[in-house]
């Protein structure tokens, strides 16, 4: 599944929004051409089942965005302590000799 994440943006829609539009097309064409379409009394029922695929999708989506926040948060935390560490190596650096000290302040830099 990490194959999706190295996909360029242009053939991730491709690969992902394009099918379901083709789906929705093509549901569309067979129920109008066979005539399969609801009633107007059928329309209640079809608005309640509207509502309770929106309150999913939006669970479904609350949820996401709980876990990649939690990710970015690691993800946060782990870069702060890195350049804390960073940091305090360059100033631990100060105490060698002239050399070597330029040297790794400059790799510590770079």
Avoid at 28 to 56: C, E, K, Q, W
Avoid at 64 to 78: H, N, R
Wanted: with cysteine; glycine share 10%.
């Amino acid at each position: 599944m990490l194959w999706l994440y190295q996909l360029p943006l242009w053939l991730l829609c491709c690969v992902v929004v394009l099918p379901g539009i083709a789906m929705s097309m093509i549901g569309l064409y067979v129920v109008r051409s066979r005539g399969l379409m609801l009633s107007p009394d059928d329309n209640s029922t079809a608005g309640f089942a509207h509502a309770f695929i929106g309150v999913l999708y939006a669970v479904a989506l609350g949820l996401m965005v709980v876990g990649v926040q939690g990710s970015f948060s690691e993800v946060d935390s782990a870069v702060m302590n890195e350049a804390n560490l960073a940091g305090d190596m360059y100033r631990d650096i100060e105490g060698l000799a002239e050399p070597m000290r330029s040297q790794l302040q400059d790799l510590l830099l770079a």
